[in-house]
Nanobody
Framework: QVQLVESGGGLVQPGGSLRLSCAAS????????MRWDRQAPGKERELVAA???????SYVDSVKGRFTISRENAKNMLYLQMDSLIPEDTAVYYC??????????????WGQGTQVTVSS
């Protein structure tokens, strides 16, 4: 069984930083595209940052220059470094990954989410 577990969320003051981590574990054969989404109260879930299957990164305009997505393929880890945080970044952050397991089943998996609150 494959699962994604996020960590690193919390309460931070405006201007502060947080680093989110996402660990993929289980019967994994390969991990392809990975991404971070977020959902703020009363709003739809939105894509924040992504790694495509060819390694290209992309960001939503509102976080460009402040957030950095990275990954460690050998450890099946995904990270999101968030700097210069603003209250509008407050949301539950979710990790998503396209994973092929050892039965050769390929599908997208979601983590349970980690809360990020930016407030003074």
């Amino acid at each position: 069984q494959v699962q994604l577990v996020e960590s690193g969320g919390g309460l931070v003051q405006p201007g502060g930083s947080l680093r989110l981590s996402c660990a993929a574990s289980g019967s994994i054969l390969s991990v392809g595209a990975m991404r971070w989404d977020r959902q703020a109260p009363g709003k739809e879930r939105e894509l924040v940052a992504a790694f495509s299957s060819d390694g290209t990164t992309s960001y939503v305009d509102s976080v460009k220059g402040r957030f950095t997505i990275s990954r460690e393929n050998a450890k099946n880890m995904l990270y999101l470094q968030m700097d210069s945080l603003i209250p509008e970044d407050t949301a539950v952050y979710y990790c998503n990954a396209f994973i092929t397991d050892r039965t050769y089943l390929s599908k997208f998996y979601w983590g349970q989410g980690t809360q990020v609150t930016v407030s003074s």
